[in-house]
């Protein structure tokens, strides 16, 4: 048997990337090309679990009428790794699914598959109503939210599902902003929710070398009902881009413990606005 034998050609420097993917934008123009352009998204938040009381995350997706829909899509599909390394977790049964979803004068109602309501019923649905409802109404406008399965709605209230309903599984003080993992700028914009009832609240944000850089302490606004919102604003200054800490407290009126929540972040350092945060400090 006759084999040939074949010298491979030598590779030409500087031609590997434009003959892999060869740039034809400037043919355009003749060939009628057209250049695909990133589609937007918008973020919207997700509320998980973090030690068996509501908290945020964050998540992309497309903008438009059906975002609801969208952001509770994000919310079933459950909590990202990054979510869980910040200690976030959800109680939304594994292999619950969006069926349907409508919004009609400030109301949104959604169809839910039977998983939602777990296994024999075995599973309190205080909490993954809660995450459901706050998902739902975190947009302007929004104020409640019918949830249903198999055409009947969740609970016997006869009306839509508020937040109001679920003040049990709302931490003290609840922060929508910043959200884990965001890289922040001074000064940091803090923005969220608390209950009216407590004494004072505040945050540090912390280095990674747990130097406190910023704190702030407040007490709760008059407010109409059992809470009300917030926002503050805490400069830092550090030399170099960083992770760190916001660490939310609260302090109750009559006794009882502190109450403590830590958010990771990461923190730019000066003129490192267009730089990623390291790793590690």
Known sequence: MNVAHFRPIPSLPGLGPRLARPDLAPFAPRWGLQREEPRATVAVRLYLLREGK???ASRQVQPGTAIAAAALGQLLAGPSGADMAAGLSTAVPVGTRLLGASESRGTVAVELTRAFAGSAGTLPLAAPLAQVVYTLTQFPG??????????RPVGQLGRPLGRADFEDMAPAV?????LPGQVLKTPVAVSGTVRASLAAFGFELVSSAGDVLARRLLRPGAVAGARGGFSCLLPYSVPRSTRGTLVVFSVPAKGGSRDVVRVPVRLLGPGRADLPVPEAA
């Open 54 to 56: 509501l908290g945020v």
């Open 174 to 178: 609840l922060v929508e902003q910043p």
């Open 142 to 151: 929004v104020s409640g939210a019918w949830v249903n399965i198999d055409g």
